[in-house]
């Protein structure tokens, strides 16, 4: 599933072939997603250029003048930048066509969304709700121990809320929690001011590195035959319960939490 880096990717690596260029045709083949693909996504789209792509949490947000192109990969969503008379592929729903290229949104289980906006795009009923992003300098420390006062709830489902904070999926909470020392199930407002910046230093960290490791997969995205691709990164804990921590060799233990399995180390992690 993509999580907050491989949308980050995903918006690196369409945004040269698409800032700055005017839609000259639409093609919704499957409009039945998440949401459906709306009508007006193909009747106003073309003759506009998109100003610039950018990303809020997991959606990218294509920009220009007449509103908001939003997308979501959902489960298995995918784009690629291919010539428009590229053979199609059984899923491939939905091509933003650039005259000569085109862009390709490909999702076998349609769990994605591709919306139309009019109106200021922070109003979006999608965007509107969405907390911090983790990358942004107003997420820190002082925000995270401010933010967790009086919360009974444990950190890792603090983290994973994105009403919150956006785009800490499964992965990458299990694997910042290893990082700042802190056993998942700590109550997020008993969490002290210095293990709060700990915390934060640690998400920011994680996610670079992820996006990082994307960065080989730039190319993919231009081209291509097969799907951008999504990484993974040498886990610390995340699907590693009873193997040896790779930091002190203690088993790692795994217990589900919110539906979701939690992997941590009990010596490393407090
Ligand atoms: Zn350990």
Sequence with gaps: MPELPEVETTCRGIAPHVEGRTVTAVAVREARM??????GLAAELPGQTIEAVSRRGKYL??????????????MSGS????PPDA?????????????????RYHDPRRFGVIDWWGGPIETHPLIAPLGIEPLSPAFNGPWLYRATRGRRSAIKLFLMDA?????VGNIYASESLFRAGI????PAGRLSAARCERLAEAVKETLRLAIQAGGSTLRDFVGSDGEPGYFQQEAFVYGRAGLPCRQ???PIRQQVMGQRSTFWCPTCQH
Excluded at 34 to 39: F, G, I, Q, S
Excluded at 90 to 102: E, L, M
Aim: hydrophobic share 45%; charged share 15%; net charge positive.
């Design 34 to 39: 998440r949401r459906p693909v709306p009508a």
């Design 61 to 74: 947000l294509l920009r220009a003048p007449a509103g908001t192109v939003l997308i979501h990969l959902g």
């Design 79 to 82: 784009l690629r930048v291919v």
């Design 87 to 103: 053979p199609l592929r059984k899923h491939d729903h939905v091509d933003i066509i650039f005259g000569a290229q085109a862009l």
């Design 163 to 167: 009403h919150t904070l956006v785009g």
């Design 183 to 186: 056993r998942p199930a700590t």
């Design 248 to 250: 002190c060799g203690t």
